[in-house]
């Protein structure tokens, strides 16, 4: 009927109600993991490109409609980390009727990066069916620290998202209700991650582990082409953002492996480095690693950056091509 909207009391539309669908035994509950970064697209690639940072009401209103997607399907229920910001709070509020039920994770919340490590280790003990994460690459890591083999839902919302769905929350939150409820194996897949050693820690990554020049943290994001030395990236997409869009420049990767590429004299390759940032970067060579592969990155004087951000301040890194966590897949979920 036109203009007839769903809730969860029937159909209504100009005036006109129709009773609910008769009712149906009760399904299993779905339990969804939700973690939302209030802090993500705030880096200072948002002040030397074009992006604008994202308020905090958009980010609600983003949880809101994933929510919702959510809530269209019967015995979901979501278990969210509860930011300091109450993005879920607040979206929980927008969705009103349509909000399926959410429960908060029972941890101290400390409004660092902790927060995403210790709520994803809490979903993976209570076995979640899936974990959606809205925030950058920065985020994706956070969480797969947290749960290494998570199945993940890593929605856009951070500055590069090299590695996270630029999808409709609404249209994602109906496809993984979908894909839960079916038990679709389909729709995760089985992605490619890195693991770091260095004199001053361990590390994991989703998408790159790159040596840049200048021992200098700071704002941590990486923004200046000419300070890379060394990378292994876990993407070759042509519409990444970042390090991986160097190497979607140079050649497809296949699945199950990672590149390294070493900056220098060489091949001049075009790529989108941020929002608003167009480079012109020059590989002196690189090469590719299946699973299992070992590659030392020489550092120099500089740190270690992971997923764009400046991390470790170490001498050298010795980085392992590993099996990372199982990404959702919408088109496969919903059957396409």
Request: charged share 20%.
């Amino acid at each position: 009927m036109s203009g007839t909207i769903w809730n969860k009391n029937g159909l209504v539309g100009l005036g006109l109600n129709k009773p609910p669908p008769t009712q149906l035994p009760s399904l299993p509950t779905m339990l969804i993991g939700l973690i939302a970064n209030p802090v993500s697209s705030k880096d200072i690639r948002r002040l030397t490109g074009l992006a604008r940072v994202v308020a905090i009401e958009e980010k609600a209103n983003l949880v809101a409609r994933l929510l919702v997607g959510l809530g269209s399907a019967e015995g979901v229920r979501v278990l969210a980390l509860d930011d300091q910001a109450g993005l879920v709070r607040r979206a929980r509020k927008m969705a009103n009727n349509l909000c399926p039920e959410v429960e908060f994770i029972p941890i101290d919340v400390r409004g660092d990066e902790s927060d995403t490590r210790r709520a994803a280790a809490h979903l993976a003990s209570q076995e979640a069916d899936a974990l959606v994460t809205l925030g950058g690459d920065g985020t994706v890591r956070a969480a797969v620290e947290g749960w290494p083999d998570a199945p993940l839902v890593p929605l856009a919302a951070g500055t590069n998202n090299a590695f996270a769905l630029t999808l409709e929350p609404t249209v994602t939150g109906l496809a993984v209700a979908t894909a839960v409820e079916e038990r679709n194996a389909d729709a995760f897949v089985t992605t490619t991650a890195l693991r770091v050693e260095t004199s001053v820690g361990n590390a994991s990554a989703v998408i790159d582990v790159v040596s840049v020049r200048d021992r200098w943290i700071g704002a941590r994001a990486i923004w200046e082409p000419d300070l890379l030395i060394e990378a292994v990236v876990t993407s070759s997409k042509r519409t990444a953002v970042g390090v991986a869009a160097i190497s979607a420049a140079l050649a497809p990767l296949e699945p199950g492996h990672a590149r390294w590429i070493r900056f220098g004299e060489g091949q001049s390759v075009r790529a989108v480095f941020g929002p608003g940032l167009v480079f012109d970067v020059l590989v002196a060579e690189y090469s590719d690693l299946p699973i299992g592969s070992d590659v030392t990155l020489n550092v120099a004087d500089g740190v270690v950056a992971l997923d764009g951000e400046r991390r470790l301040a170490a001498h050298g890194a010795l980085v392992r091509v590993v099996t990372g966590p199982t990404t959702f897949d919408p088109e496969s979920a919903l059957g396409f």
